[in-house]
C-alpha cells in the first residue's frame, strides 16, 4: 500500500514515478511506531532506548507524557510495549486515540488554544505528583510548541506571536526563542517541573539542522537563551509587547534528564539518498538545514543537478506571509516557484513530512509540464504565487500530494530529479 493516496495519479512519467518512489522511502523511514518499535526494547525489568538502559525496578511509578504531531503513535506503541508497568499517561497530539492507560487527547497546531490550555494543565497536574523515586517517559515532537501551553497567558500570547512571526518571516529558532519565554513549560521548564524524578525525553526534532532544543521549544533541554535574546528578536522584528520570564538555568534541574532523538530529518533523506541509489541514480544530499526563500532553494539545489541525479535536501522555506485569503502552503509556494525554473523533463517535489502542508495536502510534485498546464487552466503562475494561492492552480494541473497525516514531523523534504 502506498503512503502517497494519489500515487497512481502522481505517477504519470517514469521520471514523477522515481520521484514518488524516493518520496515514500523517506517517510516509511521516519514512521513514528515502527521508529519506537526499533528503539526501545524490554527484557525483563531493563529497559533500553536506543543503547541506553534503565533498571525498572527501581522506580515506582512509570509515567509517560508527550506533547505534538508525532506523540500519538509513540504513545500507543509505548504502552503496547510497557503496558501494565505504566501508572498514568497523557498526550496532547493532532489526533485522539483511545489507549488502556495514556490519555491521549486531540489539541490544536499550529496555533495555540484555550482547549491546549486546559489539556496542558492537566499534564501539569499530574507532573505535580511526581517524585524522585518515579521515572517519566517524555514524548517531544514537532507541533509541540503550540499543543503545550501554560500558564493561560501564553495563550492569548502566543497566538499574537504566531501571527506577527509569519507575517515577518522569523526562522524557526527566533521564534522558539521567544516562545520559551512567554511559558513556564517550554525552554527546560518542564524539566523543573518533574525535578527530581528521572526523566527520557524521546526526541522526533522537527528542525532544520537537527537542533533538538528547539523541537517544541526545548521544555526538557538546557535554555541557552535569555530574556535578552527574546527581546532583542522582539524589537528587531516589530513583534509586539510581551511579557517575558527567564527560563530555568540552575543546572541540578537536569542532572536526572536523559534526551535522546530518535528521528530528524536526516533520517528521512538519508533513506531517501539510499532508495535513489537502487534506482541507479547519482545523489547529491544538499542537507537537512534549508531556509532559504522559493526561488533561492530551488537555484541552490539545481545548482547540484547533473544527468541522472537526484539531489535531496530538507529544511524550512523562509516565506513571508504578506497577503491574505490565499489558500496553500509552504510546501506548494515552494513548488510552484521551482516550476517557474525546471529544465528540461526535470521533477521537483516539496514535502510536508506531516502531510499536512497548512490543509489536507502535503505539498506538491511538479514537473517542467506544470506551467503550461496551469496556463492552459487559465492561470497565471506569477499571479498565483503572489497571492499566495497555490492550490487551486495545483489542483489544476494535477499535481497536488496527499498522505493524510503520517503521523511524524522532521520538517519538510525537497527533491529534484533529473532523468
Not at 518533574?194 to 527520557?200: D, G, R, S
Request: include cysteine; charge should be negative; aromatic fraction near 4%.
Amino acid at each position: 500500500m502506498h503512503r502517497i493516496q494519489n500515487y497512481t495519479a502522481l505517477a504519470r512519467t517514469p521520471a514523477r514515478r522515481d520521484a514518488l518512489d524516493i518520496i515514500e522511502a523517506g517517510l516509511a523511514s521516519i514512521d513514528t511506531a515502527a521508529t519506537v518499535r526499533r528503539s526501545v526494547r524490554l527484557h525483563g525489568e531493563r529497559l533500553e532506548i536506543a543503547g541506553t538502559h534503565w533498571d525498572l525496578s527501581r522506580f515506582r511509578n512509570i509515567h509517560v507524557i508527550g506533547f505534538g504531531k508525532a506523540s500519538c503513535a509513540a504513545s500507543a506503541e509505548l504502552e503496547r510495549i510497557l503496558g501494565e508497568r505504566i501508572h498514568r499517561g497523557i498526550a496532547l497530539s493532532a489526533e485522539a486515540r483511545v489507549c488502556q492507560t495514556i490519555d491521549i487527547c486531540e489539541a490544536s497546531h499550529p496555533v495555540p488554544s484555550e482547549q491546549n490550555v486546559q489539556l496542558t494543565e492537566r499534564l501539569v497536574r499530574q507532573c505535580e505528583g511526581i517524585n524522585s523515586d518515579d521515572l517519566v517517559i517524555a514524548i517531544v515532537s514537532g507541533g509541540g510548541s503550540a499543543m503545550l501551553t501554560w500558564p493561560a497567558s501564553e495563550f492569548t500570547q502566543g497566538v499574537r506571536l504566531y501571527t506577527a512571526a509569519n507575517r515577518a518571516g522569523l526562522s524557526i529558532e527566533e521564534l522558539n526563542t521567544v516562545r520559551k519565554h512567554i511559558s513556564s513549560l517550554k525552554g527546560g521548564g518542564l524539566a523543573k517541573l518533574l525535578y527530581p524524578a528521572t526523566v527520557v525525553g524521546l526526541i522526533f526534532s522537527d528542525i532544520p539542522g537537527d537542533a533538538p532544543n528547539l523541537v517544541a521549544s526545548g521544555p526538557t533541554y538546557s535554555d541557552p537563551t535569555t530574556i535578552a535574546d527574546a527581546q532583542t528578536i522582539i524589537e528587531r522584528y516589530h513583534l509586539g509587547e510581551y511579557e517575558l520570564r527567564e527560563t530555568p538555568k540552575e543546572s541540578r534541574y537536569f542532572d536526572h534528564v536523559t534526551n535522546i532523538v530518535l528521528t530528524s530529518n536526516a533520517v528521512a533523506l538519508d533513506a531517501m539518498a539510499t532508495h535513489a541509489r537502487t534506482l541507479g541514480y547519482a545523489v547529491h544530499l544538499e542537507g537537512a538545514d534549508l531556509t532559504e526563500e522559493a526561488l533561492e532553494l530551488t537555484r541552490r539545489l539545481q545548482s547540484h543537478a547533473t544527468g541522472h541525479s537526484v539531489v535531496i535536501a530538507g529544511g524550512e522555506a523562509r516565506l513571508v506571509v504578506t497577503t491574505s485569503g490565499g489558500v496553500g502552503g509552504r510546501n506548494q509556494h515552494v513548488a510552484l516557484s521551482a516550476a517557474t525554473a525546471l529544465a528540461a523533463g526535470q521533477v521537483f517535489a516539496a514535502i510536508a513530512s506531516d502531510g499536512r502542508d497548512n490543509g489536507e495536502t502535503a505539498g506538491a510534485l511538479i514537473d517542467d509540464g506544470t506551467t503550461a498546464r496551469a496556463t492552459a487552466a487559465g492561470y497565471s503562475v506569477p499571479d498565483t504565487l503572489r497571492r499566495l494561492n497555490e492550490q487551486p492552480l495545483l489542483e489544476a494541473t494535477g499535481d497536488l500530494v496527499f498522505t493524510g497525516s503520517t503521523g511524524s514531523n522532521v520538517s519538510d523534504l525537497y527533491l529534484l530529479l533529473t532523468p
